[in-house]
């Protein structure tokens, strides 16, 4: 399936307590539509979160869905 979605809201912030930035687009203000969330770790990596492959970076949908390609225009 492929989503196809204007971006009207944009955001970013990072958690230094978790060692997390995030970076995300939405299509609304009231999370009614589709978003998109980008997600990356700023701190050292700990030796627990290699294996469990928490060491990099990942992106998320409101439905979790794995994403094969993204386009920005």
């Known amino acids: 399936m ?5 971006a009207r809201v944009v955001a970013a912030g990072v958690d230094p ?3 997390l ?4 687009v ?9 978003f998109l969330l980008f997600m990356s770790n700023i701190g050292e990596s700990s030796p627990r979160s290699v294996p469990l492959g928490l060491d990099s970076h990942c992106l998320v ?6 994403l094969t390609a993204v386009s920005v225009r």
């Not at 492929?2 to 204007?6: G, L, P, V």
């Not at 930035?21 to 995300?24: D, T």
């Not at 939405?26 to 539509?33: S, V």
């Open 17 to 19: 307590d978790n060692d």
């Open 26 to 34: 939405a299509e609304d203000e009231n999370g009614e539509g589709f």
């Open 21 to 24: 930035m995030q970076a995300g």
């Open 61 to 66: 949908t409101q439905d979790q869905g794995r």
């Open 2 to 6: 492929a989503y196809r979605f204007t």
